[in-house]
Nanobody
């Protein structure tokens, strides 16, 4: 079992920056890919970013590429999402997820552990 707890969400103005953190407990996540997803009101949960177990490979949704950076610290069992140049359309609940073996980094069904989410609101 892996427990994931997100933190760092809040209210920020458009153009601002924020860093989300995901703390993992239980089993180590050092051998797992990790991802961030988000869900805005009335919309389906969507992929934001993911990172391979070593941190070498990263993946981003086109909508956040160049603005968001995912990283991890396996020694601390932590995953981060640095978000810059935030836009009102980035407003959503952000979820951290641990990937199972196999499957695409971009698909929700590839992840078997999820946090409860942290709210990000970007004002215009």
């Amino acid at each position: 079992q892996v427990q994931l707890v997100e933190s760092g969400g809040g209210l920020v103005r458009a153009g601002g920056s924020l860093r989300l953190s995901c703390a993992a407990s239980g089993r180590t996540i050092s051998s797992r890919g990790m991802g961030w997803f988000r869900q805005a009101p009335g919309r389906e949960r969507e992929f934001v970013a993911a990172i391979g177990w070593s941190g070498y490979n990263t993946y981003y949704a086109d909508s956040v590429k160049g603005r968001f950076t995912i990283s991890r610290d396996n020694a601390k069992n932590m995953v981060y999402l640095q978000m810059n140049s935030l836009k009102p359309e980035d407003t959503a609940v952000y979820y951290c997820a641990a990937k199972s073996v196999g499957g695409s980094y971009f698909e929700l069904k590839s992840y078997d552990y999820w946090g409860q989410g942290t709210q990000l609101t970007v004002s215009s």
